[in-house]
């Protein structure tokens, strides 16, 4: 009888723990290699890079032993480069690309969509048209000219004119169109005009070919573009007029333009357009103003209010302190979408319940134009972001004063300071040291509050004059929201987005430095408390 030893059973469980890890990999590696031929053939490129670096990763974490302690953080890893360090470099790229509007796709496919257009010329015939399918999908078209003449179109085969009942052309109704072709069903007015199929379908041979051109005629068309690829250009044969690649758009000496352009990389051009173009730097100058002075106005009426009331509610003798305290952070515990939505409601200009007590209360004129007006508009978001901050400034505010002796205070009561003096020289100064940073965190929260801007009034109302969709309320985060995604003057705009977003980062990193340069001094403030 043999017995199994305790090393044996260690590589047993070893071989088995190998085992499944090997089989999990292998699983991983199958579902990447599938993504993979989907994501490159569908041109996805930069996703299809970006997941091979992870499943690359993934991989050698795992077979190689001195990796082996990044195991529990792998999908960590993974994840995080998928979702947050791939959109930066690709924001990145993005910026310093045309991507937008009348530039989204490759140039492959522009070059593809400009050879396909067509025109007629002077010496081509026009004809009245029929289309006819067969089961397996192939179309024929009846065709007849300004004389009645009967012609067969069939994609590849040589255009003939054509009797009745000769080869395979059934009897011809009172219209000059059979009645059917052999192997093909005839499609009525509505099945043929709803066909895309017929539009981008050639029939005949090349050299005598007829096109789908509206619902009621088709004709010899021709090419209209002649592509030069030593120049990159394309020559318009019906108009004489070279069109030379401009930065992703073929593009005539006097301006005019082929449809659609390409994505291409344009350096610098959204940095300078950004900074230098008089379009934007009209509203921008105001965004940028409101965007520096609406979080820093939040942020002062936040920290004051809810230190004021953590201070009241810091008297052991305050009534009833409990229930109002609770009461206090009921808009700390409602989503902020919600409460958004509903103070919209409430300020609403026309059935507000805000203005119609005021007509109440002071007569018809005293309604308040919240929405319209610039000045109202600002105040209404300094409003609502003053009920929905105020509740977590009163809660570290609340926690930060007891962290402070009270011995300090006794010591200044008997060298006879008055209450201002013991809150400006001792509350608020340590204070100011264990919640500068959050005011600070709370200053760059608030600089780019996309949310407040855009749910309670899309950033309006709009610059009068201004190009872009630019609003009296706008921040640059929901300015350039508009430019990406929701077409401001030009159309959307991903690469000028994408480059405003850099510009942001550096903002928000530039705010982010202060804050520790900031935070050491008022630690040296404290220090002489």
């Given at each position: 009888?043999?017995?199994?030893?305790?090393?044996?059973?260690?590589?047993?469980?070893?071989?088995?723990?190998?085992?499944?890890?090997?089989?999990?990999?292998?699983?991983?590696?199958?579902?990447?290699?599938?993504?993979?031929?989907?994501?490159?053939?569908?041109?996805?490129?930069?996703?299809?890079?970006?997941?091979?670096?992870?499943?690359?990763?993934?991989?050698?974490?795992?077979?190689?032993?001195?990796?082996?302690?990044?195991?529990?953080?792998?999908?960590?890893?993974?994840?995080?480069?998928?979702?947050?360090?791939?959109?930066?470099?690709?924001?990145?790229?993005?910026?310093?690309?045309?991507?937008?509007?009348?530039?989204?796709?490759?140039?492959?496919?522009?070059?593809?969509?400009?050879?396909?257009?067509?025109?007629?010329?002077?010496?081509?015939?026009?004809?009245?048209?029929?289309?006819?399918?067969?089961?397996?999908?192939?179309?024929?078209?009846?065709?007849?000219?300004?004389?009645?003449?009967?012609?067969?179109?069939?994609?590849?085969?040589?255009?003939?004119?054509?009797?009745?009942?000769?080869?395979?052309?059934?009897?011809?109704?009172?219209?000059?169109?059979?009645?059917?072709?052999?192997?093909?069903?005839?499609?009525?007015?509505?099945?043929?005009?709803?066909?895309?199929?017929?539009?981008?379908?050639?029939?005949?041979?090349?050299?005598?070919?007829?096109?789908?051109?509206?619902?009621?005629?088709?004709?010899?068309?021709?090419?209209?573009?002649?592509?030069?690829?030593?120049?990159?250009?394309?020559?318009?044969?019906?108009?004489?007029?070279?069109?030379?690649?401009?930065?992703?758009?073929?593009?005539?000496?006097?301006?005019?333009?082929?449809?659609?352009?390409?994505?291409?990389?344009?350096?610098?051009?959204?940095?300078?357009?950004?900074?230098?173009?008089?379009?934007?730097?009209?509203?921008?100058?105001?965004?940028?103003?409101?965007?520096?002075?609406?979080?820093?106005?939040?942020?002062?009426?936040?920290?004051?209010?809810?230190?004021?009331?953590?201070?009241?509610?810091?008297?052991?003798?305050?009534?009833?302190?409990?229930?109002?305290?609770?009461?206090?952070?009921?808009?700390?515990?409602?989503?902020?979408?919600?409460s958004i939505i509903i103070w919209r409601g409430m300020m609403n200009p026309e059935l507000g319940v805000i203005n119609r007590t005021l007509e109440q209360l002071f007569g018809a004129n005293a309604a308040v134009p919240w929405m319209t007006e610039a000045f109202w508009a600002q105040i209404a978001i300094l409003i609502v972001n003053l009920w929905l901050?105020?509740?977590?400034?009163?809660?570290?505010?609340?926690?930060?004063?007891?962290?402070?002796?009270?011995?300090?205070?006794?010591?200044?009561?008997?060298?006879?300071?008055?209450?201002?003096?013991?809150?400006?020289?001792?509350?608020?100064?340590?204070?100011?040291?264990?919640?500068?940073?959050?005011?600070?965190?709370?200053?760059?929260?608030?600089?780019?509050?996309?949310?407040?801007?855009?749910?309670?009034?899309?950033?309006?109302?709009?610059?009068?004059?201004?190009?872009?969709?630019?609003?009296?309320?706008?921040?640059?985060?929901?300015?350039?929201?508009?430019?990406?995604?929701?077409?401001?003057?030009?159309?959307?705009?991903?690469?000028?987005?994408?480059?405003?977003?850099?510009?942001?980062?550096?903002?928000?990193?530039?705010?982010?430095?202060?804050?520790?340069?900031?935070?050491?001094?008022?630690?040296?403030?404290?220090?002489?408390?």
């Amino acid at each position: 009888m043999t017995t199994t030893t305790s090393s044996e059973i260690s590589f047993l469980k070893n071989l088995q723990s190998g085992l499944f890890r090997f089989l999990g990999l292998l699983a991983f590696d199958v579902v990447i290699i599938w993504f993979l031929f989907n994501a490159f053939g569908m041109e996805f490129y930069s996703l299809g890079t970006v997941i091979s670096i992870v499943a690359v990763v993934v991989n050698s974490i795992y077979l190689v032993p001195k990796l082996a302690p990044l195991r529990w953080m792998a999908v960590g890893l993974a994840l995080m480069i998928i979702f947050v360090i791939y959109p930066i470099v690709f924001t990145v790229y993005v910026g310093f690309t045309n991507y937008g509007d009348g530039h989204l796709i490759n140039k492959e496919q522009a070059l593809e969509q400009i050879q396909k257009r067509t025109y007629l010329p002077e010496e081509g015939k026009a004809f009245s048209w029929t289309a006819y399918k067969s089961v397996n999908d192939e179309y024929a078209l009846w065709l007849r000219d300004e004389a009645g003449g009967g012609f067969l179109a069939i994609p590849g085969e040589e255009i003939v004119k054509v009797e009745s009942g000769t080869s395979g052309v059934g009897e011809l109704d009172a219209n000059g169109i059979p009645s059917s072709i052999e192997g093909y069903t005839r499609l009525n007015a509505i099945q043929a005009a709803t066909d895309q199929n017929l539009t981008e379908i050639m029939f005949g041979v090349e050299g005598e070919t007829v096109q789908v051109r509206s619902p009621s005629e088709a004709a010899e068309l021709v090419p209209l573009y002649e592509y030069d690829q030593i120049s990159d250009s394309f020559y318009d044969i019906e108009t004489g007029i070279t069109y030379k690649n401009i930065d992703g758009t073929y593009t005539a000496p006097f301006g005019e333009t082929i449809k659609p352009g390409f994505r291409t990389n344009i350096g610098w051009e959204n940095f300078v357009r950004f900074f230098t173009s008089p379009a934007l730097r009209g509203p921008l100058i105001r965004i940028l103003s409101w965007n520096f002075l609406f979080p820093t106005i939040s942020v002062l009426t936040t920290f004051f209010l809810g230190l004021a009331i953590a201070i009241m509610f810091d008297d052991p003798n305050f009534p009833l302190k409990k229930l109002i305290r609770t009461l206090m952070l009921v808009p700390y515990t409602i989503p902020g979408l919600i409460s958004i939505i509903i103070w919209r409601g409430m300020m609403n200009p026309e059935l507000g319940v805000i203005n119609r007590t005021l007509e109440q209360l002071f007569g018809a004129n005293a309604a308040v134009p919240w929405m319209t007006e610039a000045f109202w508009a600002q105040i209404a978001i300094l409003i609502v972001n003053l009920w929905l901050g105020y509740p977590y400034m009163m809660l570290i505010c609340s926690g930060a004063l007891q962290s402070i002796p009270s011995e300090l205070y006794e010591a200044a009561r008997v060298d006879g300071a008055s209450g201002w003096q013991q809150f400006r020289k001792i509350t608020l100064p340590l204070l100011l040291v264990a919640v500068g940073p959050l005011l600070i965190a709370s200053y760059i929260f608030n600089f780019n509050n996309f949310n407040l801007i855009y749910l309670f009034i899309q950033g309006g109302p709009p610059i009068a004059g201004a190009s872009t969709q630019a609003g009296h309320t706008d921040i640059l985060m929901s300015y350039v929201y508009k430019l990406a995604f929701e077409g401001g003057g030009r159309g959307v705009e991903y690469g000028l987005a994408s480059a405003m977003t850099v510009v942001l980062f550096f903002v928000v990193a530039a705010l982010t430095m202060f804050q520790f340069r900031f935070t050491n001094m008022w630690e040296e403030v404290s220090e002489n408390v």
